[in-house]
């Protein structure tokens, strides 16, 4: 079993900055990717940003420029590091794992509001 553990979200002003961090724990033999996703109220969730093994990387329109994922293998995690916020980046964001040839773990969730 894997167990996936997220922090950093909270209240940020316009334009402010904050960095997600999501932590693995378990039985990981390989990891296949990595990402995270977000929910606003009312809304689908929706890819925020990606990293495939030996891929690269993805992100949406919406956040090119201004997010960067980020992985740190000998720790199993992956960070959003997200600047400039805006008020439409408010959401519910969760992280997730594709890991040992295909099974995929999601964290909690953790909420990001933007707001002055």
């Known amino acids: 079993q894997v167990q996936l553990v997220e922090s950093g979200g909270g209240l940020v002003q316009p334009g402010g900055s904050l960095r997600l961090s999501c932590a693995a724990s378990g039985s990981i033999f390989s990891t296949n990717a990595m990402g995270w996703y977000r929910q606003a109220p009312g809304k689908e969730r929706e890819l925020v940003a990606l990293?495939?093994?030996?891929?690269?990387?993805n992100y949406a329109d919406s956040v090119k420029g201004r997010f960067t994922i980020s992985r740190d293998n000998a720790k199993n995690t992956v960070y959003l590091q997200m600047n400039n916020l805006k008020p439409e980046d408010t959401a519910v964001y969760s992280c997730?794992?594709?890991?040992?040839?295909?099974?995929?773990?999601w964290g909690q969730g953790t909420q990001v509001t933007v707001s002055s």
């Open positions: 997730r794992f594709v890991v040992n040839q295909g099974k995929i773990y």
């Open positions: 990293i495939i093994s030996g891929a690269g990387t």
